[in-house]
């Protein structure tokens, strides 16, 4: 894991340590580093003779808590001390090497714990197995007779004890047991107990552990400007205005992109401005807003498209029903906007390639500087950092990886390419615009017997993995409306009819569930009202004999309980209600957004209920916090004040959320 | 040459005059606690104190703060110690990936000197810096918290 070409580690330490002044640790790629040559008991787990426990993490940490739940998992079968874990990053080169021991390091989908459970915490129970078999041999005694508790084994009968420190190295010889038995839920003693998570003391004193505060000797700076039109290319570039310009070394020419490369990316970041450049514009020349909202429209009216899910007789129920209810509804194409913007650092010598890169998915970064270089995967070293935001942008797609190695080569030496902030908003893999045309015919009662749920826009995996998108159906676009949806509708169809633009999409914190509950939420809402029912009350009578129905009346009566649903109001202020299921957890919430008189809204209070499964990171605050972030955009304020702070425009801090208004069709989250 | 006090501790830098202090301070002086995350005055990340006020810094031209006594979150903690402000952040947990937090712990440091009680409205009057990952409850929670600490 020490090992390391190019830049060796340690050298790279002394240096960071030294440039930063007053940074006292080195930078934090790897929170730790397992101690060189202590025994590793399984590819997880690394045990130190002074019992500091090394615990490798496959996953990302990008604030989801990974770095912190996964370990969790290991040391509670494990039974150490808590206090002695340290964390560490297993490197993408490495597990290539050794067949991919720690399986995926895809970060993304919600799936890190989910994934999780099975291996890491078979992982634990099995060195603490052969940590006890160690101990038990050294005394001669039967490993049964032996308990492990807080890093210590214990032999029962005599009450001798040994360290896991003491007995690592022996352990480590140890044949692993095949089998090992899990600890049942109730004897858990780490797992959802509150400890606070692992990195955040670093956070709050700046110390460097991001991919934009790498920095190493002889590192040269790198200012990128992208083609403006998506697909375009790179025409021309008069360098002639850079001449005389302090500290420019370089002007690499891409296939879309500009990069000047200087000793500071101030310098570089200037220099590119000043360039003349021209770009040919190519097919997407021609695309606007509008000609994708009439090619979006197309799509709502199209007589074909892929069916996600279809039950009883479409036709017949429209027929039979008592009135009609219709809507249309659209979404924008959404940029993540993580706070970081996109970076890479890389150094390039010869077939050889050393990264450092805030990714979600270590091994992608890995193929994709191999890919952009042309070089063996296994000559690509990746360093990851932390991610200053994730979101689903820095997944997938690794755009900003190719540019980076394609740099540093011409360049020869470390370069640290920086997109500013608004190359980064406008060169996203956006989230998808989207359309949805709602039709329900409701019965004599007011529910609907028939519902068609269409839908259009810009498909992730036709575009980034056609086979997943096979025969035109694209089910991940239609997430909510298949049979995660929490009502059962006796006829119903839900299609999509695919109209890929030319813009890049790609996947999104809970992907296209952020915009497709507030569609069937905002269309359940508009049937209650065409039927004079509460939509509370609608929801729990659609709900009605649904498989998840415990689940989802759980939550949908706890937000509305502790919302005080059917209570007054102010005058201006309105309450909406909505349920939703994304990968097994299930969510409720109440809105309070108010109105003002110039259109103004704001929400000064939102209860969320949410049914998660097992919690496994508990939080000092009451609700996990990822329940209420980013998925909608922040970029509209709630509230408008002069800010104090000098320098500053006009801001706000308040969270953000579809306003939840049973009257609401915005064309995005308010 | 650009004479800079940061943390107490004075650094030449050879920038050009009207170079962001935020580049300066991360790049020149190799502090890179401060951040950048827009670059136009609108996200706070890159908050620091010049003689005791907040201020962005990425909008701020080191000619205008020489001479002048900047602080950065490296040298918001005293002799280790961490502030209160700090201390609360980590007890409320309020970071989750922890990038815009720098520049919220300054400028709640700024306001708490200003205000050491502050309410609700007169967070959100001073506080509008932007957290991606929605941490805005956590952060007003912790400020009540560090007030009252
Ligand atoms: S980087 Fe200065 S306010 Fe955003
Ligand atoms: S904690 Fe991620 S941007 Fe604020």
């Known amino acids: 894991m020490t090992e390391t070409r190019g830049i060796d580690r340690r050298s790279f330490l002394v240096s960071v340590a030294a440039a930063g002044g007053a940074l006292t640790l080195g930078f934090g790629v790897h ?16 045990i130190a003779r002074d019992d500091t426990v090394t615990i490798r993490v496959a996953r990302s940490e990008m604030g989801q808590g990974t770095l912190t739940a996964l370990p969790m998992l290991v040391a509670e079968e494990l039974a150490c ?25 895809s970060t993304g989908g919600s799936r890190s714990i989910r994934n999780s459970q099975e291996p890491l915490r078979k992982a634990g129970a099995t060195a603490r197995e052969m940590l006890i078999a160690a101990a038990a041999a050294q005394w001669n005694v039967p490993a049964s007779e032996c308990s492990a508790f807080n890093s210590v084994i214990t032999h029962g009968p005599s009450g001798r004890t040994l360290r896991y420190g003491e007995v690592a190295e022996a352990a480590a010889k140890v044949t692993p047991p095949k089998d090992v038995r899990l600890k049942d839920a109730s004897a858990w003693r780490l797992i959802g107990k509150p400890t606070g998570r692992i990195e955040v003391p670093d956070k709050v004193v700046g110390k460097p552990i991001y991919g934009i505060d790498v920095r190493l000797p ?29 500290g420019v070394h370089n002007v690499v020419r891409l296939k879309d992109a500009v990069a000047v490369v200087a000793d500071r990316w101030w ?10 450049i021209e770009w040919d514009a190519g097919e997407g020349g021609e695309v606007s807003s509008a000609s994708i909202r009439e090619f979006l429209l197309g799509g709502l009216a199209a007589t074909t498209a892929g069916v996600g899910r279809a039950q ?15 809507a249309d509804y659209a979404v924008p194409f959404l940029a993540h906007a993580t706070l970081e913007p996109q970076n890479c650092t890389a150094h390039v010598t010869g077939d050889r390639a050393e990264i450092w890169v805030p990714t979600q998915n270590g091994e992608a970064a890995m193929a994709s500087a191999a890919h952009a270089l042309g070089i063996p995967t296994q000559n690509v070293i990746v360093h990851k950092t932390m991610l200053g935001g994730g979101f689903g942008r820095r997944g997938v797609t690794q755009d900003f990886i190719p540019p980076a190695v394609l740099i540093a080569r011409e360049v020869g030496a470390p370069v640290k390419v920086l997109w500013s902030r608004e190359e980064d908003t406008g060169h996203d893999y956006y989230r998808p615009v989207a359309m949805a045309r709602m039709a329900a015919g409701l019965d004599a009662s007011g529910m609907p017997a028939a519902w068609h749920v269409r839908m259009t826009g810009n498909s992730i995996w036709s575009t980034l993995m056609p086979v997943a998108a096979r025969g035109g159906v694209d089910r991940q676009f239609q997430e909510g409306f298949l049979a995660d949806m929490p009502y059962d509708i006796p006829n119903y169809l839900a299609d999509y009819a695919i109209r890929n633009t030319h813009v890049p999409v790609g996947f999104w914190r809970c992907v296209n569930h952020t915009q497709n509950c507030f569609f069937k939420e905002s269309f359940v809402d508009e049937m209650a009202h065409a039927a004079g029912i509460d939509p509370l009350t609608y929801r729990r009578r659609l709900i009605g004999t649904h498989r998840n129905a415990n689940k989802f009346l759980g939550v949908l009566n706890a937000a509305a309980e502790r919302a005080g649903w ?10 909406g209600i909505a349920l939703n299921e994304a990968y097994s957890t299930f969510v409720a919430a109440v809105a309070e957004i108010t109105l003002a008189a110039d259109g103004t809204v704001r929400m000064p209070r939102i209860v969320v209920a949410l049914d998660p499964g097992t919690v496994v990171i508990r939080s000092p605050p009451r609700c996990r916090p990822r329940a209420r972030s980013c998925s909608a955009s922040p970029r509209r304020s709630m509230a408008r004040s002069p800010s104090r702070t000098a320098g500053s425009s006009s801001r706000t801090s308040t969270t953000t959320a579809c306003c939840g208004s049973p009257r609401c069709r915005r064309s995005r989250p308010c | 040459m650009i004479s800079l006090t940061i943390n107490g501790k004075a650094h030449n830098v050879d920038v050009e005059p009207d170079t962001p202090l935020l580049w300066a301070i991360r790049e020149n002086v190799g502090l890179t606690g401060t951040k950048y995350g827009c670059g136009v005055a609108q996200c706070g990340s890159c908050t620091v104190h010049v003689d005791g006020v907040a201020m962005r810094s990425c909008v701020t031209p080191v000619s205008s703060v020489a001479g002048k006594k900047i602080t950065t979150i490296e040298g918001l903690a005293e002799n280790g110690v961490l502030t209160k402000v700090q201390q609360a952040w980590i007890a409320n947990e309020v970071p989750q990936c922890g990038y815009c937090q720098s520049g919220m712990i300054m400028a709640v440091a700024a306001l708490l000197k200003d205000k050491p009680k502050p309410t609700d409205a007169d967070i959100n009057d001073a506080i509008t810096n932007i957290c991606r990952c929605g941490t805005f409850q956590q952060v007003r929670a912790a400020i009540h918290a560090a007030a009252n600490a």
């Open chain 1, 31 to 46: 929170p730790s580093q397992a101690e060189a040559g202590a025994p590793e008991l399984t590819a997880w787990i690394v």
């Open chain 1, 81 to 105: 001390d808590w206090s002695k874990v340290r964390t560490e990053f297993p490197r993408p080169d490495e597990n290539l090497r050794r067949n991919r021991v720690w399986g995926d390091f």
């Open chain 1, 312 to 326: 009883g007789k479409l036709a017949e129920g429209f027929a039979r029903s008592a009135r009609r209810v219709e």
């Open chain 1, 267 to 276: 310098q570089a970041k200037t220099a590119l401005d000043a360039l003349a």
């Open chain 1, 566 to 575: 059917g209570t007054p109001l102010p005058p201006g202020t309105f309450r």
């Open chain 1, 218 to 246: 002889g590192m040269l700076y790198a200012a990128i400007a992208q083609c403006p039109v998506f697909k375009g290319t790179l025409k021309s570039v008069d360098e002639s205005k850079l001449s005389g310009r302090r």
